[in-house]
């Protein structure tokens, strides 16, 4: 199978770093099918799906497998990262958090590596977040969430790997998009700059590159 003949499947693809991984793969060759909320402006193929809901998502792939056709890549970047202290964490607000991170990613996993198995090819990358790994308060339902992407992620690659399918995580950093500018303060980014190797701001463009490669065949390992 070419390149050109797959369909790569990106959640939370209407904006911000899921809309910039959209584009890249759609410049690779694939055949992008966006899923948002509602339907993402400006791409070729785009579904609306609330991807916390298994049956919007099961219908949403049914949709896109009709369409396009049945889905080889897999980008599961959808999120939420509020700021909750400990003491104001709920039980309802944790599974909320959870649902949108981490049984989203769980649910289109689910819809799209069936046919992923049949081809005998796929590949799968999730979106956890460098934030797992730093000592950040006030975001535990969001580092529980990050964390059970990453263990999804390492059984799946263990289970997965014998049918020629790959899963891997990437871990961007705080990035600067329209919804973090709106809700961030500059001094945040600053700081963030200070403790990088590259004292800039990571832009969405800067985290394309590896989707790209984890999506194409040289990735196969």
Same mark, same amino acid.
């Given at each position: 199978?070419?390149?050109?003949?797959?369909?790569?499947?990106?959640? %939370?693809?209407?904006?911000?770093?899921?809309? @910039?991984? =959209?584009?890249?793969?759609? #410049?690779?060759?694939? =055949?992008?099918?966006?899923?948002? *909320?509602?339907? +993402? $402006?400006? *791409?070729?193929?785009?579904?609306? #799906?609330?991807? &916390?809901?298994?049956?919007?998502?099961?219908?949403?792939? #049914?949709?896109?497998?009709?369409?396009?056709? /049945?889905?080889?890549? *897999?980008? !599961? !970047?959808? %999120?939420?990262? +509020?700021?909750?202290?400990?003491? $104001?964490?709920?039980?309802?607000?944790?599974?909320?958090?959870? @649902?949108?991170?981490?049984?989203?990613?769980?649910?289109?996993?689910?819809?799209?590596?069936? @046919?992923?198995?049949? @081809?005998?090819? %796929?590949?799968?990358?999730?979106?956890?977040?460098?934030?797992?790994?730093?000592?950040? /308060?006030?975001?535990?339902?969001? *580092?529980?969430?990050?964390? =059970?992407?990453?263990?999804?992620?390492?059984?799946?690659?263990?289970?997965?790997?014998?049918?020629?399918? &790959?899963? !891997?995580?990437?871990?961007?950093?705080? &990035?600067?998009?329209?919804?973090?500018? =709106?809700?961030?303060?500059?001094?945040?980014?600053?700081?963030?700059? !200070?403790?990088?190797?590259?004292?800039?701001?990571?832009?969405?463009? $800067?985290?394309?590159?590896?989707?790209?490669?984890?999506?194409?065949?040289? #990735?196969?390992?």
């Amino acid at each position: 199978m070419t390149q050109s003949s797959r369909v790569a499947v990106v959640t %939370g693809a209407g904006a911000g770093i899921g809309r @910039a991984y =959209a584009e890249r793969l759609s #410049a690779d060759g694939f =055949a992008v099918a966006g899923v948002d *909320l509602e339907e +993402p $402006d400006g *791409l070729a193929h785009a579904f609306a #799906a609330d991807v &916390t809901d298994a049956a919007s998502v099961d219908a949403c792939v #049914a949709a896109i497998t009709e369409s396009v056709g /049945p889905p080889a890549v *897999l980008v !599961n !970047n959808v %999120g939420t990262y +509020p700021v909750i202290k400990w003491d $104001d964490l709920g039980l309802d607000e944790l599974r909320r958090v959870m @649902a949108v991170n981490f049984e989203s990613a769980y649910l289109m996993c689910k819809a799209c590596i069936p @046919a992923m198995r049949d @081809a005998g090819w %796929g590949r799968i990358v999730n979106v956890a977040s460098r934030t797992f790994w730093l000592a950040v /308060p006030d975001m535990a339902a969001y *580092l529980a969430a990050k964390g =059970a992407v990453i263990g999804l992620t390492r059984a799946l690659a263990t289970e997965l790997g014998p049918h020629g399918i &790959t899963a !891997n995580v990437v871990a961007p950093g705080l &990035t600067r998009t329209a919804t973090m500018e =709106a809700s961030t303060p500059e001094a945040l980014f600053e700081m963030t700059r !200070n403790i990088q190797a590259i004292k800039r701001t990571q832009e969405p463009a $800067d985290l394309v590159g590896i989707v790209s490669f984890l999506a194409s065949d040289d #990735a196969a390992y």
